[in-house]
């Protein structure tokens, strides 16, 4: 069974830094993507990693500021967030893709874990 467990989050104040993490078991290596969804709003596509870790795309939104990373000996993928900003408060999500996406579109993505609360805050 596939299953996505994220952890890291938490309260930071505008201009920190949080790395979130996302441990997957039940599967070898899919592409892994971060979602993230504010309050009254769509979930939204923040960055993705491709099997290797070769391939990664981001959100314009976080380009510049955050880095996704995946060790695969720990099955394991990182997201590393840097100039936090209170616009970037929402509930964190990864998930898998069986389907091998290449992109941050969340309809690539069939496997999600529970999420992880990141609230930027003074």
């Known amino acids: 069974q596939l299953q996505l467990v994220e952890s890291g989050g938490g309260l930071v104040q505008p201009g920190g830094s949080l790395r979130l993490s996302c441990v997957y078991s039940?599967?070898?290596?899919?592409?892994i993507g971060w979602f993230r969804q504010a309050p009254g709003k769509e979930r939204e596509g923040v960055s993705y990693?491709?099997?290797?870790?070769?391939?990664?795309n981001y959100a314009d939104s976080v380009k510049g500021r955050f880095t996704i990373s995946r060790d695969n000996a720990k099955n394991t993928v990182y997201l590393q967030m840097n100039s936090l900003t209170p616009t970037d408060t929402a509930v964190y999500y990864c998930?898998?893709?069986?389907?091998?996406?290449?992109?941050?579109?969340?309809?690539?993505?069939?496997?999600w874990g529970q999420g992880t609360q990141v609230t930027v805050s003074s």
């Open positions: 998930a898998a893709s069986t389907s091998y996406s290449i992109s941050i579109d969340q309809r690539g993505y069939n496997y």
């Open positions: 990693i491709s099997v290797n870790g070769g391939r990664t």
């Open positions: 039940g599967f070898t290596n899919y592409p």
